[in-house]
Every structure is written in C-alpha cells, then in structure tokens.
Nanobody, 126 residues
Framework: QVQLVESGGGLVQAGGSLRLSCAAS????????MGWFRQAPGKEREFVAA????????YYADSVKGRFTIAGDNAKNTVYLQMNSLNPEDTAAYYC???????????????????WGQGTQVTVSS
C-alpha cells in the first residue's frame, strides 16, 4: 500500500504561483512513476504532469507546458508541482497519484494509476 497526501493548494491571483507537494508513505516511493491530475467542477479528471521513478523523464499536458514543473525528491518521498503564471482555467482540485506502469502513453491515463491522494484545491482569481 501507498499513502499519498497532497498539500500546498490555496487561493492565488492570476499570474501568481503555487507549489503543491505530495508526500508518500508505505511502500518504497522510488518504485512508482508519479503523476498529477486535476478536476474542475463538472469536468472530467485530466492529466497535468508526470515524472518517471528515476526522475529522468517528465511529461506535461499541453495546457501547462512551460508554466508547470514536476520534480521528485526520493530522499523525502515527495513529489512537487511548481505552478507559475496561473490563470483562472487552472482552478481545480489537484490530485497526485502513483503507478507501476512506465509507458509514457499510459502515464497520461488516470485509470492506470494504482494509488491516489485526497486532493488539494487550487483556486485562481481573475
């Protein structure tokens, strides 16, 4: 089992920044690829970013590329999502997730993740 706990969400003005954290406990963290997803009210959960277990490969949704950065710290069993240049369309509940799959194509699919956090709310005001 893996337990994931997100933190760092909040209210920010458009153009601002937030850093989300996802702390993992339980099974060894480095055996999983990690992802961030988000879900806005009335919308489906969508892929945001993912990072390979080695940290050597990162993947981003087109909508956040160049603004968001995913990074991992295996020593702290934590993955981060640095979010810059936020806009109101980024408002959503953000979830981190862990998966045993390694294919870059599968990392974009929420159903391929084995463990999920409870989510943290990000609200961007205009």
């Amino acid at each position: 089992q893996v337990q994931l706990v997100e933190s760092g969400g909040g209210l920010v003005q458009a153009g601002g920044s937030l850093r989300l954290s996802c702390a993992a406990s339980g099974r060894t963290f480095i055996r999983f690829d990690m992802g961030w997803f988000r879900q806005a009210p009335g919308k489906e959960r969508e892929f945001v970013a993912a990072i390979s277990r080695s940290g050597g490969n990162t993947y981003y949704a087109d909508s956040v590329k160049g603004r968001f950065t995913i990074a991992g710290d295996n020593a702290k069993n934590t993955v981060y999502l640095q979010m810059n240049s936020l806009n109101p369309e980024d408002t959503a509940a953000y979830y981190c997730a862990a998966t045993v799959v390694t294919s870059p194509y599968l990392l974009l699919i929420s159903g391929k993740y084995n463990y999920w956090g409870q989510g943290t709310q990000v609200t961007v005001s205009s």
